[in-house]
């Protein structure tokens, strides 16, 4: 697999799934960071579920749950995404990645450097391209939705989710109240306005329209009131609770050309000559690589 770039995506969320999604389907070797409890809503379609489930398999892709190197290496060699508990994405350091993609969708920088790889891309508003990133990737849905931005930002984060089947923000659950999250309904099942689907503590999370239950929060988690815990789907098709959705592939498909773009770029510019295809992950050489603890990872 030493031809295989590594790539290393931070988020396994519905929109990071259609990006590692996009990339393994590439040949890239993916592997996604996580953090030890994702608030990840659409379940069904998020390699982050694998954090809880141990496995996870997305429109023929399977993710799995692995904890050292040769979980990684097993995962790659049997064609699937491997996915860390790694909250600080220390594996993009150990690993010397081609590229690392932040898509985190926290709506701003929670770490991201521009230096962490070769290649940088980052999902959405709260980051620069050539400041944070070399890329940022947008996410708004319109006109730009999966554009590769190798200047400014992308669009601002509204607070408005955005339309589907003509509804936007009723088609959001969200807490109550402070307290423990249980769900009472399953992702893909048919509810109706003022049904209830889960409850936070003792207190109701209701539907406020008719439709698909397109996501819904892990049992067990702490939430506060106001957080989005679930999504309801006017359009009302269930097949669309269980496989990537239309932006998450337009995303995954601006990653894939974002990285594909600038990799050819590093590979052409004096100082990423020899950059490329030289070390671990395919991504730097040793000498230009933040030195960490342990035994040297993934020599092939």
């Keep these: 697999m030493r031809d295989r770039p590594v790539v290393v ?79 600080q994405a220390e594996w993009a350091a150990r690993l010397r990645p081609l590229a690392v993609i932040d898509a985190i969708m926290a709506k701003r920088n929670t770490g991201t450097r521009i230096t962490d790889a070769p290649i940088v891309v980052a999902l959405g508003p709260g980051f620069v391209a050539g400041v944070d990133c070399h890329a940022v990737v947008e996410t708004h849905r319109g006109h730009n939705l999966g554009r590769v931005i190798l200047e400014g930002s992308a669009e601002p984060d509204t607070g408005v989710p955005g339309e589907l089947g003509g509804e936007s923000a009723r088609r959001v659950l969200r807490a109550p109240t402070d307290g423990i999250f249980r769900g009472i309904r399953a992702i893909g099942d048919q509810v109706q306005a003022g049904e209830a689907v889960a409850y936070v503590d003792n207190v109701p999370v209701l539907s406020q329209l008719d439709g698909v239950l397109r996501g819904l929060l892990h049992d067990g988690l702490r939430v506060r009131a106001g957080m989005k815990v679930g999504d309801v789907d006017p359009r009302a098709v269930v097949a669309h609770c269980f496989t990537i959705s239309d932006k998450a592939l337009a995303v995954g498909g601006g990653v894939l050309e974002a990285v594909l773009y600038l990799a050819r770029r590093v590979s052409r510019s004096p100082e990423g000559a020899g950059a490329i295809g030289d070390d671990i992950g395919m991504g730097r050489q040793p000498e230009t690589t933040v030195p960490s603890p342990g035994p040297s990872p993934l020599p092939d």
Excluded at 47 to 59: K, L, P, R
């Design 9 to 87: 995506i931070k988020g396994g969320g519905d929109l990071g799934t259609g990006v590692a999604w996009r990339l393994h389907r590439c040949g890239f070797r993916v592997l996604v960071t996580e953090i030890a409890r994702p608030t990840v809503i659409r379940r069904a379609v998020a390699f982050a579920s694998a954090v809880y489930e141990g496995t996870i398999t997305v429109d023929g892709v399977t993710a799995r749950r692995v904890e050292d190197e040769a979980g990684i290496r097993a995962a790659w060699a049997a064609d699937e995404v491997p996915v860390v508990v790694d909250p």
